[in-house]
C-alpha cells in the first residue's frame, strides 16, 4: 500500500483582502507552471503541468456556539511526469 506524505500544513488568519492577494500570486504562479512555498528554511518546489485536475468543494456547518460556518475548499491534483499535452493542427 503506497504511503501518503504530508509535504505542507499550514494555518492562519488573513483578512479578506490579504488572502485574496495571496490567491492572485498564487494563480499566477500556477499559470507559470511553477509554485514555490516557503516555510521556515525549507522550499517546497512545485513544477505544475500544463494540464492539472480542479475541484471546488464550498460547505455549510450550523455551529451551536458560534453560528454558522462555511468552508470552501480549492484542490488541484496532477501526477509527476503527466506529459498530457493540449492537441493543435500543424
Do not use: C
Not at 492577494?21 to 511553477?34: D, P, R, V, W, Y
Not at 494540464?51 to 451551536?64: A, T
Amino acid at each position: 500500500m503506497v504511503k501518503k506524505v504530508k509535504l505542507i500544513k499550514h494555518k492562519e488568519r488573513k483578512s479578506r483582502v490579504d488572502a485574496g492577494n495571496f490567491l492572485q500570486q498564487l494563480a499566477e504562479k500556477i499559470a507559470s507552471g511553477q509554485v514555490v512555498l516557503q516555510q521556515h528554511q525549507d522550499d517546497l518546489v512545485l513544477d505544475i503541468p500544463h494540464n492539472l485536475s480542479m475541484k471546488i468543494k464550498v460547505n455549510k456547518k450550523n455551529k451551536r456556539v458560534k453560528g454558522t460556518r462555511h468552508k470552501m475548499t480549492i484542490q488541484f491534483q496532477w501526477y509527476e511526469d503527466d506529459k498530457d499535452a493540449p492537441l493543435s493542427l500543424g
